[in-house]
């Protein structure tokens, strides 16, 4: 994930480590190494703990005491819960898109939806997700809804984990996705709710559908060292 210059160490940390565990460098339940994080950026361990906090106010460590800090472990139970929550605050995120939809003040979200369609096709996914989120970054920005906001932005680092699991484990499956987004766009714009509805509960049930498949296979692909 990106981040700021102006961001402090352990924010550039909480990067670092984000990116691990999302590309799955960093499996479920693994045990993170303070002295290999300190060691491998060349930072004090003070500001590694600092940045292990941060992760686990977004869910992605789990800090356990006399224990140390584990990649929080991504169950059948926290993947439904997550995308229960997902299909939820991404259908309001529609519905108020339409309902203040004004075509001029859009045209950032419209040209950011359509970069994000172009890397829908290339072979990065970790870019792709980016660009969805920056997406919704920008819907949020017309919905203009603080709450919904911050709520949704707390989310992504999670998701990103959920999304990136599922992308990995369907070819075509961000085409799919970067179909969708355009398509919840267009429903927006023509303030059409059912096909909101409709679109986000179909996108939400294969998306965690696709995660809960690749949970399955998870332990052999561990064992192997294909992870």
């Not at 999302?22 to 993170?32: A, C, T, Y």
């Not at 800090?69 to 995120?93: C, G, H, K, N, W």
């Not at 559908?209 to 992870?227: I, K």
Request: proline residues 2%.
């Amino acid at each position: 994930m990106a981040f700021d210059a102006g961001e402090s160490l352990a924010a550039r940390i909480a990067g670092y480590l984000t990116t691990e565990i999302v590309r799955g460098h960093m499996i479920s339940g693994e045990r993170i190494q303070e002295a290999r994080v300190v060691n491998a950026l060349q930072v004090s361990r003070g500001s590694v703990r600092e940045a292990l906090l941060l992760l686990e106010k977004c869910h992605l460590v789990t800090i356990l005491p006399r224990r140390g800090a584990f990649v929080a472990e991504l169950t059948p139970q926290r993947v439904r819960s997550i995308y229960d929550l997902y299909v939820t605050l991404l259908t309001m995120l529609a519905e108020k898109l339409a309902q203040n939809w004004q075509t001029e003040r859009a045209q950032p979200l419209l040209q950011q939806a359509a970069e994000t369609a172009r890397l829908s096709s290339v072979e990065d996914h970790h870019a792709f997700i980016e660009a969805g989120f920056e997406t919704m970054n920008r819907a949020l920005e017309l919905a203009d809804n603080e709450y919904l906001s911050t709520v949704m932005r707390d989310l992504q680092p999670a998701l990103y984990r959920t999304v990136a699991l599922a992308l990995r484990q369907a070819d075509g499956e961000s085409g799919f996705a970067g179909q969708v987004i355009t398509d919840l766009i267009n429903a927006a714009m023509h303030h059409q709710y059912d096909k909101i509805r409709d679109l986000v509960a179909a996108y939400g049930q294969r998306q965690c559908e696709l995660v809960l498949t690749a949970l399955q296979a998870q332990p052999m692909a561990e064992r192997d060292g294909r992870v």
